[in-house]
C-alpha cells in the first residue's frame, strides 16, 4: 500500500511575520538568503529534546550530535553540515523501505489470500476508514508530545502488530490490528512529510535553490527507494508461494477468459487456489522481520526534528482549520477528484488487478513477479520525474500519468486475459506504475507549493480525500465487478484532470497566489 502517498503535514513557521526582538529574526528577514526568505524559520535537527537543547526559540538552527545531550554549540547557518541533511532523509527512506517492503506486499496478497467472506479487502478498507480520522485528530496530538521521531517509531511498529496478526488472520484479529494501523497511519505520514518537507526547505536555502524544485527532488528520492519495497516485497512472496507448491484449477483459457480480467465478479477466483498454512506463516515471519528492522533503524539513526515557536493545532482545531481551508480555498475544492483518484487507482492496483487479473488468470503465485515489474516502474519514475520538474513543469507530468492510466484502464476494459499472453500483464502494471509515480510525487509537492503557507491544513485535506478514495475501493470492492469499477476510475481521473487544469491555470495567470494565499 502506498500511503502514498503521502501526506500530512503539520503546520510550522512558514515565512511568516517574526516579532521583533527574538533573536536576530528581524534581520534575517531583510536578508535575501534568510530561514525566512525561503519559508523556513528556527529549524533543527537534535536528538536532544526541546526541553533539554537549551536553546530559546528563535534561536539559530543547529545540528547537535545523537549523543551531544544538548551540550553542542549551535552551527551557524554557514556551518551547518549538508550531509546531516542527506542522512536523516536516507534514514526515513530505509526504515519506510523495509515496513512497506512487508505491508505493501501484504496488502497486494490480502484480496487473494483472505477471500474468504471478503475479510481480506474488508480489513483494508476498515484500515482507511480509521486512517480518515485518525488524521484530524491523532497527528496534532501525537506529534506533539513525542515529536517525528517517536511518532515514526511507534507508528511503524503498530504496522508489525498488524502484520502478526495475519499469522492468523480471522475477523477477530485482523480487524482491530487494522483499526490500529489506521489510526498510526496518519501520525506516520504526517510527521514524514513534515521532515521530508522541512529538510527540503533548508537544503535548498543552504545550496541557493528554489523551494519547490528542493521539495519535489526529496521527494522523488523518497518515493524510489519507498516505492522499491515493491520489488523486494513481492519478490519474497513469489519465492516463497513458488516454495510452498502453490496449485491452480486447470482452467482453459477459454473459460479464463470469460471470469477473469473486467468481466471478473466477487463470486468468481477463477484459477486462484490459496496457499498451505505453512507457506503463509513463512512469508508473514519474514516480513514481521522487515517491519521490527524499520523500527530499530530509526531509534537507533534518525535524528529528532525540531521547529522552534510552532503553534500545535488540538485535533479540534485541526478540524476547523481543514473545513475551513476547504471552504475559503478554491483551488483545494478543485484538487478534490484528483486526489480521491489518487486513493482509488492505489486500492484497485493492489485489492483488484491482483485478484481480477492476476491470480484469476495466472494463480496466485504471479502475483508477486508482476507486482515486481509494477514496482520498479514506480520507483524509476519517482525518481525521474523528481529530477524532470525543473525542466519540464508540472503539467507535462500531469497529462503524462493520465495519459498512461487512461490508456491502461481502456485496455483493461477490452483485453481478456490470455495465460499465453504473459508480456501483457506486465506491460499493464509497468505502465500502472508510471501513473502511480506521478500522482505519488506531484500531488504530494503541489500541495507543498500551492498550500505552503497553510500546509497543515492543506496536507489534512489531501490525506482526507486520499483516504477516502482507498476506504470507497475497498468497500465496493466485493460488490462490483472489475468492469464497473474501471468505469469509476475513468470517470474520475477525466473529473481530476479538469480540476488540476483549472487550478494549474489559475496558478500561471496569478503566480503570486500561491504565496499571499492564506
Known amino acids: 500500500?502506498?500511503?502514498?502517498?503521502?501526506?500530512?503535514?503539520?503546520?510550522?513557521?512558514?515565512?511568516?511575520?517574526?516579532?521583533?526582538?527574538?533573536?536576530?529574526?528581524?534581520?534575517?528577514?531583510?536578508?535575501?538568503?534568510?530561514?525566512?526568505?525561503?519559508?523556513?524559520?528556527?529549524?533543527?535537527?537534535?536528538?536532544?529534546?526541546?526541553?533539554?537543547?537549551?536553546?530559546?526559540?528563535?534561536?539559530?538552527?543547529?545540528?547537535?550530535?545523537?549523543?551531544?545531550?544538548?551540550?553542542?554549540?549551535?552551527?551557524?547557518?554557514?556551518?551547518?553540515?549538508?550531509?546531516?541533511?542527506?542522512?536523516?532523509?536516507?534514514?526515513?527512506?530505509?526504515?519506510?523501505?523495509?515496513?512497506?517492503?512487508?505491508?505493501?506486499?501484504?496488502?497486494?496478497?490480502?484480496?487473494?489470500?483472505?477471500?474468504?467472506?471478503?475479510?481480506?479487502?474488508?480489513?483494508l478498507s476498515v484500515i482507511y476508514a480509521s486512517l480518515i480520522v485518525s488524521c484530524i485528530f491523532v497527528p496534532p496530538i501525537l506529534i506533539g508530545k513525542l515529536g517525528c521521531k517517536w511518532t515514526l517509531v511507534i507508528s511503524i511498529f503498530w504496522y508489525s502488530v498488524f502484520t502478526a496478526g495475519n499469522f492468523y488472520a480471522s475477523w477477530y484479529t485482523l480487524m482491530p490490528f487494522s483499526v490500529f494501523?489506521?489510526?498510526?497511519?496518519a501520525p506516520l505520514w504526517t510527521a514524514k512529510s513534515k521532515y521530508v518537507t522541512t529538510s527540503g526547505m533548508r537544503y535548498a536555502d543552504m545550496v541557493g535553490e528554489t523551494q519547490e524544485d528542493i521539495i519535489t527532488l526529496f521527494f522523488g528520492i523518497f518515493f524510489m527507494i519507498f516505492q522499491s519495497g515493491q520489488i523486494w516485497g513481492n519478490l519474497i512472496s513469489s519465492l516463497v508461494l513458488d516454495r510452498g507448491n502453490?496449485?491452480?484449477?486447470?482452467?482453459?483459457?477459454?473459460?479464463?477468459?470469460?471470469?477473469?480480467?473486467a468481466r471478473n465478479c466477487p463470486d468468481s477466483t477463477g484459477a486462484l487456489q490459496p496457499p498451505t498454512t505453512s507457506t503463509v506463516n513463512l512469508l508473514v515471519g519474514i516480513y514481521l522481520g522487515c517491519g521490527l528492522l524499520a523500527v530499530l533503524i530509526l531509534v537507533v539513526f534518525l535524528d529528532k526534528l525540531k521547529v522552534d515557536g510552532e503553534q500545535k493545532k488540538p485535533g479540534l482545531g485541526l478540524l476547523v482549520a481543514t473545513l475551513k481551508h476547504?471552504?475559503?480555498?478554491?483551488?483545494?475544492?478543485?484538487?478534490?477528484?484528483?486526489?480521491?483518484?489518487?486513493?482509488l487507482e492505489?486500492?484497485?492496483?493492489?485489492?483488484?488487478?491482483?485478484?481480477?487479473f492476476i491470480s484469476c488468470a495466472l494463480g496466485i503465485e504471479w502475483i508477486g513477479y508482476v507486482m515486481i515489474?509494477?514496482?520498479?516502474?514506480?520507483?524509476?519514475?519517482?525518481?525521474?520525474?523528481?529530477?524532470?520538474?525543473?525542466?519540464?513543469?508540472?503539467?507535462?507530468?500531469?497529462?503524462?500519468?493520465?495519459?498512461?492510466?487512461?490508456?491502461?484502464?481502456?485496455?483493461?476494459?477490452?483485453?481478456?486475459?490470455?495465460?499465453d499472453q504473459l508480456v501483457v500483464f506486465f506491460v499493464l502494471a509497468a505502465c500502472w506504475g508510471l501513473g502511480d509515480a506521478v500522482w505519488q510525487l506531484e500531488i504530494n509537492a503541489l500541495y507543498g507549493y500551492l498550500f505552503r503557507k497553510n500546509q497543515e491544513a492543506g496536507f489534512s485535506n489531501y490525506r482526507l480525500w486520499e483516504s477516502l478514495g482507498f476506504v470507497v475501493a475497498f468497500a465496493y470492492s466485493n460488490f462490483l465487478c472489475t468492469f464497473v469499477k474501471l468505469w469509476i476510475l475513468l470517470a474520475v481521473l477525466i473529473l481530476g484532470m479538469i480540476g488540476y487544469g483549472i487550478v494549474e491555470y489559475d496558478e500561471k495567470r496569478n503566480p503570486e497566489e500561491a504565496d499571499t494565499k492564506m
Open 246 to 261: 502453490v496449485t491452480s484449477l486447470n482452467l482453459t483459457n477459454d473459460e479464463i477468459a470469460e471470469i477473469c480480467g
Open 181 to 185: 494501523v489506521g489510526l498510526g497511519a
Open 1 to 123: 500500500m502506498s500511503f502514498s502517498d503521502l501526506s500530512i503535514t503539520r503546520r510550522y513557521s512558514l515565512g511568516e511575520d517574526i516579532p521583533p526582538g527574538i533573536g536576530n529574526s528581524t534581520d534575517q528577514l531583510a536578508q535575501p538568503t534568510s530561514s525566512a526568505k525561503t519559508g523556513i524559520a528556527n529549524m533543527e535537527f537534535s536528538d536532544v529534546s526541546k526541553k533539554d537543547d537549551g536553546v530559546e526559540a528563535g534561536g539559530p538552527p543547529s545540528y547537535q550530535d545523537y549523543t551531544g545531550g544538548g551540550s553542542s554549540l549551535p552551527l551557524t547557518d554557514e556551518a551547518q553540515p549538508k550531509w546531516r541533511v542527506w542522512k536523516n532523509l536516507l534514514v526515513i527512506c530505509v526504515a519506510f523501505l523495509f515496513n512497506f517492503t512487508a505491508f505493501q506486499s501484504l496488502q497486494n496478497l490480502q484480496s487473494s489470500l483472505n477471500y474468504d467472506e471478503g475479510l481480506g479487502v474488508a480489513s
Open 346 to 356: 492505489q486500492a484497485y492496483v493492489s485489492g483488484d488487478y491482483t485478484k481480477s
Open 373 to 419: 515489474c509494477y514496482g520498479v516502474c514506480d520507483a524509476f519514475f519517482s525518481f525521474l520525474l523528481g529530477r524532470l520538474i525543473k525542466f519540464t513543469g508540472r503539467l507535462p507530468l500531469f497529462l503524462t500519468g493520465a495519459a498512461a492510466h487512461l490508456a491502461m484502464i481502456v485496455t483493461m476494459l477490452n483485453w481478456r486475459p490470455n495465460p
Open 326 to 343: 476547504l471552504k475559503d480555498d478554491k483551488r483545494q475544492m478543485l484538487l478534490i477528484p484528483i486526489t480521491i483518484y489518487s486513493g
